[in-house]
């Protein structure tokens, strides 16, 4: 890897480097912390990271949710009332977000029938492809660009979560927005997709990949193609259910993660780094080594005491 000075602001330009965490089988499959995850094993590398969660709702935000329906909304220091998966980004990568980091729907056709209301699309007539899908990438680079940790500097890569299901109509013109922007091979190094799907365990110990496997399917059908399979699943996975996991995925074994039930959601970081996942980021996007010495081993061991300390107090 090349090495540059750590106090330019960024990589070798201004294009952050973005990850798109999208989930599979069902809503509620842990999404939220597999992208809060990803980010520490970057920041204990030493990169600075950014977050974007993505809520295809047509609600303008979430302030106007039930709890009893929605989870209880999280309140940012500008005021901005969004789902609580950003309160998780806050708190484990110690990062102060704005009511940008949050798109929606809502957000989105809102601006674009603002810009037709000013005559900015020339009379022509608007549509969800291209005018909501540029829309949608335009708002990304722009966000993804913004410090968050305190250093005003600009991230080094900027992790996306998708809400919902892959297949969802609500989430369509957001998979699409991503497939047509970063579907160049020029792109590659630039862009990464993370999926996160769920393996269902029968009372009889038998394990169902079918719905994982659909699930997979459906996220190429929009034109993504997953970099790295996350499984949630209630025991670790055998070498035979990775074998076959391997099979319909069609990834590689070290590309399929396991992310098993945890005592406490402290422990996924640490699942991931075991896992090698630390040295997949680097190596997909190429990131340079930074020149300042970056002790990753001894920032993951300061949030094992973290997650060791989280047990005790139970």
């Known amino acids: 890897m090349e090495q540059y000075s750590d106090s330019s602001d960024s990589g ?15 809503s509620g499959v842990g999404k939220g912390i597999i992208s809060s995850s990803l980010g520490v094993l970057l ?6 990271v950014s977050a974007i969660k993505i809520d295809p709702y047509i609600n303008v935000d979430a302030g106007t949710f039930s709890p009893f329906e929605h989870g209880e909304v999280f309140v ?9 998966d950003l309160g998780n980004y806050e708190r484990f990568l110690k990062l102060r977000l704005s009511r940008d980091n949050n798109i929606t729907t809502g957000k989105i056709y809102q601006q674009v029938i603002e810009r037709e ?12 492809v291209p005018h909501i899908t540029e829309a949608i ?19 080094h890569v900027c992790i996306i979560e998708l809400g919902g299901t892959v297949g969802d109509i609500e989430g369509m013109p ?22 996160v799907t769920k393996l269902l365990h029968e009372d009889t110990g038998e394990v169902k990949t079918k719905p994982a496997q659909n699930g997979l399917k459906s996220l190429r059908e929009t034109g993504l193609i997953p970099d790295l399979l996350i499984c949630r699943s209630k025991k670790p996975l055998n070498d035979a259910l990775r074998a076959k996991i391997s099979a319909f995925s069609q990834l590689e074994s070290d590309e399929i993660i396991d992310v098993f039930d945890c005592s406490n959601i402290y422990q996924v970081p640490i699942l991931l780094y075991k896992q090698k996942v630390l040295n997949r980021l680097c190596e997909h996007f190429q990131l340079p080594e930074l020149l300042s010495e970056i002790k990753t081993e001894l920032n993951i061991s300061r949030w094992r005491q973290l997650m060791l300390k989280n047990q005790e107090r139970k």
């Open 174 to 195: 957001y998979t699409n927005a991503f497939s047509q922007a970063f579907r160049r091979k020029t792109e590659r190094n630039r862009f990464m997709t993370v999926h």
């Open 43 to 48: 920041q204990a590398k030493g990169y600075r």
């Open 137 to 155: 990438i335009e708002w990304v680079e722009r966000v993804s660009k913004i410090p968050l940790d305190g250093t005003n500097k600009i991230p």
């Open 76 to 84: 940012l220091d500008d005021g901005g009332e969004v789902d609580l």
């Open 12 to 26: 070798s330009n201004d294009s952050v480097k973005l990850i798109l965490v999208t989930g599979g089988v069902m």
């Open 117 to 128: 209301r000013r005559g900015d699309y020339l009379g022509r007539t608007v549509k969800t």
